[in-house]
C-alpha cells in the first residue's frame, strides 16, 4: 500500500501539543542542536526559507530569530495553528512570509525558483512513501538554482541498530508483519514499514545514506554532506539525569556534533540529514 495522505494529516492533526513536548524531550533537544548547526552553515541574512513539514514550528522559530524569512508550511492545520501561536508567542511573527497547508507532494501556488534555502526536516520525506520522487521534484522545483536543499529522514540502519537496546524479540520473530523491503531498490537501501504494523506510529518508509546520496543524484541535485543526529544517544529515551544536569547535557550535545561528522557513524542515527544543492 502507498502513500495516505488523509492517514498522515489526521495522525498529526490529533497529536497536538504532544509533538512540541517530545521535540523539547532531551532527544529532541539533541537533534534540534545537531540539525540548527548544520543549517547555520549555509543560511545568510535576510535568506527566504521554506520550512516544509515544519511541525510545531521549532525550525521556523530559530530561522527567524537568526534573521531568516520563513515560509511555514504542513499537511497538518492543527500543527500549523500550533506553529502560528508558539510563533507568535516567539514574538517573532514579522519574519514569517506565510503559514500555510501543502502537502510535499504539490506545493500548489509557489512560484518556481522562489527560495534561498528548502528544509524539509523531521520526517515528511519519510511519510510520503512511494510519492517521495514527486515530493523532491516539488522542494526542488520552488528552491532557487544553485541554492541548498537540507532534508532529514528516518535512518533504517540506525533503527535496525536500537533492536538489541530494545530487546525486540517479537519483532524479530513477526518481522514479515512489520517490514516490507523496497522492491525497487537494492536491499537493504530502503524498507517501507508494513501498513497497520503496532511498530510504527504511522506508515514511513526508512532510507539509509547510499539510497538518499543515489536519489538526490538522480533528480539533480548535488550532495554536499550528509550527517546523522542521535548517534550516541539513539537508544537513550530516558535521559533524565542528562537533562538534570547542564554539564553533562551540553557535553553530549558537543559530542553529537562532533561524532556527526564521522563516517562511521552516518547510518547510526534516528535521522539522517542531507544537504543537496540545486544545481
Ligand atoms: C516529526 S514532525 C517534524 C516537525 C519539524 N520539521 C521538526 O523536525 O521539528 C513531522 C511533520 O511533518 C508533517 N508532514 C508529514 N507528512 C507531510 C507531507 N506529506 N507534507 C507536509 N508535511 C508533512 C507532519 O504533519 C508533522 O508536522
Known amino acids: 500500500m502507498g502513500y495516505e495522505p ?7 492533526n490529533s497529536y497536538g501539543d ?12 539533541i537533534q534540534y542542536k545537531v540539525t540548527t548547526h548544520i543549517i547555520s552553515k549555509y543560511l545568510h541574512e535576510g535568506d527566504h526559507v521554506l520550512d516544509a513539514g515544519s511541525g510545531p514550528g521549532r525550525y521556523s522559530i530559530w530561522l527567524a530569530r537568526n534573521d531568516a524569512k520563513v515560509y511555514v508550511s504542513d499537511i497538518s492545520d492543527d500543527q500549523l495553528q500550533q506553529a502560528r501561536d508558539r510563533i507568535s ?29 528548502v528544509l524539509c526536516l523531521g520526517g515528511a520525506l519519510s511519510y510520503v512513501r ?5 515530493a523532491i521534484d516539488e522542494l526542488i522545483r520552488v528552491a532557487k538554482p544553485g541554492s541548498p536543499l537540507i532534508i532529514s529522514v528516518m535512518s533504517l540502519l540506525g533503527t535496525f541498530h536500537l533492536l538489541a537496546p530494545f530487546d525486540g524479540a517479537e519483532f524479530l520473530e513477526n518481522i514479515t508483519d512489520h517490514v516490507e523491503w523496497d522492491p525497487a531498490t537494492s536491499f537493504p537501501d530502503v524498507m517501507n514499514s508494513v501498513p497497520g504494523s503496532s511498530e510504527w506510529h504511522a506508515p514511513m518508509t526508512l532510507y539509509t545514506s547510499t539510497y538518499i546520496q543515489e536519489f538526490l543524484e538522480e533528480h539533480g541535485c548535488k550532495v554536499i554532506e550528509m550527517v546523522p543526529t542521535n ?4 537508544a537513550g529515551f530516558n535521559m533524565d539525569k542528562i537533562k538534570a544536569s547542564p554539564k553533562a547535557l551540553k557535553a553530549l550535545i558537543d559530542l553529537e ?13 534516528q535521522h539522517l540529514i542531507a544537504v543537496a544543492w540545486k544545481m
Open 6 to 12: 488523509d492517514r498522515i494529516r489526521e495522525y498529526y
Open 18 to 29: 504532544r509533538e512540541w513536548d517530545r521535540l523539547e524531550s532531551t532527544h529532541g533537544i
Open 89 to 117: 508567542e516567539a514574538g517573532v511573527m514579522s519574519s514569517v512570509l506565510a503559514i500555510k497547508r501543502h502537502d510535499i507532494c504539490d506545493l500548489g501556488e509557489i512560484p518556481d525558483d522562489t527560495f534561498d534555502l
Open 130 to 134: 512511494d510519492r517521495r520522487h514527486q
Open 231 to 234: 548517534t550516541i544517544s539513539s
Open 257 to 269: 556534533i562532533k561524532f556527526c561528522k564521522k563516517s562511521g557513524l552516518l547510518d547510526m542515527g
